[in-house]
């Protein structure tokens, strides 16, 4: 079961749009504006994707959109367009949306892109949660680990980051084994794959 916010100030497309997926076996919840959709943090926190319309009234569907691609476990947007809406449905692509859908819509291509925008949900909020834990990792590691770790990322051998480091190749060894342990790395591949995880620390490891 997934779950779906429905949001379009057309409450009848609401309702039918609603229908269709909890038909499919999912959940649906209505909202006719985005401020509607943003007030409701409880269910945003779980949602697996967003039919957004993107003309509605106040708040843009545009506006919504980049407000929720701040969100720490962000869902993905699908955009709901009219015939005239194809360059702002461009846009949304842009800012983030995995796909747009136009008005009149078919019942099994929104089905579909519900499917395929929670899908990708899901990949989203596991790599957040693996780069969580990669960042945690590498926090334990002292700055000549890090250093280490920089260099084995950048593919250099342990002579190489010796001597890029003013250290022996026995010293470098030595604090290889010790990051692997911290990180419960088998391999320098499996080391370099955490460090990967959390690409926003690579400037710090190497620092």
Known sequence: MRSVAVVDDNEALNRTMSALIEHAGHRARAFTTGEALLADSGF?????????????????????????????????VVVLT???????????MRLGAVDFIEKPYRPSALLDAVDKAAQQTDRGRAARSQGREAA??????SHRQRQVLAGMVDGNTSKAI???????????????????AKLGARTTTDAVRVALAAPELLDDIAA
């Not at 039919?51 to 545009?62: A, C, F, K, R, T």
């Not at 945690?136 to 590691?141: C, G, K, M, T, V």
């Not at 010796?162 to 604090?175: D, P």
């Open 82 to 92: 009219g015939a005239g809406d194809i360059p702002m449905a461009v846009e949304a």
């Open 136 to 141: 945690a990792l590498l926090r334990q590691l």
């Open 44 to 76: 945003l926190a779980d949602c697996d994707c967003v039919l957004l319309d993107i003309g509605l009234p106040g708040m843009s569907g545009l506006d919504v959109l980049k407000l929720l691609q701040d969100l720490e476990a962000a869902p993905s």
């Open 162 to 180: 010796a001597g890029h480091l003013n250290l022996s190749v026995r010293t470098v060894e030595a604090y290889r084994a010790q990051l692997l």
